[in-house]
Nanobody, 120 residues
Framework: QVQLVESGGGLVQAGGSLRLSCAGS????????MAWFRQAPGKEREFVAA?????????YIVNSVKGRFTISRDNAKNTVYLQMNSLKPEDTAVYYC????????????WGQGTQVTVSS
């Protein structure tokens, strides 16, 4: 199991940008994959994007944010990022990072969540 700490959320106007960060810790930190999820009030949790830790390859990005959001990681800092550009009010949600610790396993390590609010 790893511990995840998120930062970078806040209030931004439509069309603006934010970069979310999620720093991992733990002995020999080396998850198989990292991902971002989001959940808006009254809606189901949504899978946003995922990245393979060792290779940096993006394995998933939801169509509604494709071309606007980018997932990346910095192995030296044990950190995964979500760069969010051209933000829309419908992007408003609590954003969570998660780690898949073992290949084929669940996303079983989660951050505390960070609020992103986009005003019109």
């Amino acid at each position: 199991q790893v511990q995840l700490v998120e930062s970078g959320g806040g209030l931004v106007q439509a069309g603006g940008s934010l970069r979310l960060s999620c720093a991992g810790s733990g002995r020999s930190f080396s998850p198989y994959a990292m991902a971002w999820f989001r959940q808006a009030p009254g809606k189901e949790r949504e899978f946003v994007a995922a990245i393979i830790w060792w290779s940096g390859a993006t394995t998933y990005i939801v169509n509604s944010v494709k071309g606007r959001f980018t997932i990346s990681r910095d192995n030296a800092k044990n950190t995964v990022y979500l760069q969010m550009n051209s933000l829309k009010p419908e992007d408003t949600a609590v954003y969570y990072c998660a780690a898949q610790n073992r290949f084929g396993g669940d996303y079983d390590s989660w951050g505390q969540g960070t609020q992103v609010t986009v005003s019109s």
